[in-house]
């Protein structure tokens, strides 16, 4: 099965997406986090991106569709994945469309993680991840078990990203508003969307969307 996770900077998309794919095994796919690691390897792609990304703003369709074409062609990805991060504009949506129907594949369901604007800058500014295995924590609603030590992988060291300052967080809140949420009738439309109250706890959250895909007939509810 193959998943769109849509919602605003901050709204849950990773945490969501890292959660299913521990769960049934699909492929998550943060754009994000692909352009991160372009911009540190000093790559072509991270040059045209990291201006762009420090100020907030998305960067060019061509650019984020290439790279994602190649990654969804991967051996990896053909059992399903959930896109965090991607379409982010309606030019990319109608790309996606017709790069899987090219090859025989589709979306079959996106999942919309609805946040209130207020809340999303508070949960942006207190967001750290594990500086290891990128596990994503939250200063107030999700610390790590033990302070200073990943749960996960049991480091101690953690960053934060350059673009999680309040003043390009107004920034990215703009163009999701200008760029992105133009998106949602597009899927809409196909009767693809299902709408998921993100401002619940992860772990509720992470049970709407179970519900959603079970509706579905995707996953059976473990
Ligand atoms: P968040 O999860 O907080 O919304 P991401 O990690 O998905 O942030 O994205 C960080 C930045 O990477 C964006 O502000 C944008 O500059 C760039 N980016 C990521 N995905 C896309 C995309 N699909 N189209 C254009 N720019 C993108
Ligand atoms: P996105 O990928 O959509 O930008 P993240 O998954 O990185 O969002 O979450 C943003 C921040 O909010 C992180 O610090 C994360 O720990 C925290 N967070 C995620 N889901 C919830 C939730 N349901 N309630 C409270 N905080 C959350
Ligand atoms: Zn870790």
New binding site residues.
């Given amino acids: 099965m193959n998943i769109i996770f849509l919602g605003p ?2 709204a849950g ?2 945490t969501q997406s890292k959660l299913l794919e521990e769960r049934y095994g699909l492929i998550q796919i ?4 692909m ?1 991160r690691a372009e911009v540190s390897k000093g790559s072509e792609t991270g040059k045209q ?1 990291k201006a ?2 420090d100020a ?4 060019p369709d061509e650019l ?1 569709i290439a790279m994602l074409k190649s990654r969804i062609a991967q051996a990896d990805c053909q059992n399903g994945f959930i896109l ?6 309606l030019a ?1 949506a109608e790309e996606l469309d017709s790069m899987l129907s090219s090859d025989g594949k589709k979306i079959d369901t996106v999942l919309f993680l609805d946040v209130d604007e207020e809340i999303l800058a508070d949960r ?1 500014s207190g967001r750290f991840t594990c500086g290891n295995c990128g596990k994503t924590y939250n200063e107030v609603s999700n610390p790590p078990k033990v302070e200073g030590t990943c749960d996960s992988c049991g480091s101690h060291e953690f960053k934060r990203r350059a ?1 999680d300052k309040r003043e390009t967080v107004v920034e ?1 809140l703009k ?1 999701y508003r200008k760029l992105t949420a133009p998106i949602l009738p597009f899927y809409e439309k196909t009767g693809r969307l299902h709408k998921i109250n993100g401002m619940l706890s992860a772990s509720e959250v992470t049970g709407e969307i179970e519900d959603a895909l079970a509706s579905e007939g995707l996953i059976t509810k473990k």
Wanted: proline residues 7%.
């Fill in positions: 900077p901050g998309k990773g943060s754009t994000g986090d352009l991106a762009l990304m907030g703003k998305l960067v984020i965090d991060g991607f379409p982010r504009t990319q942006i673009d990215r163009e």
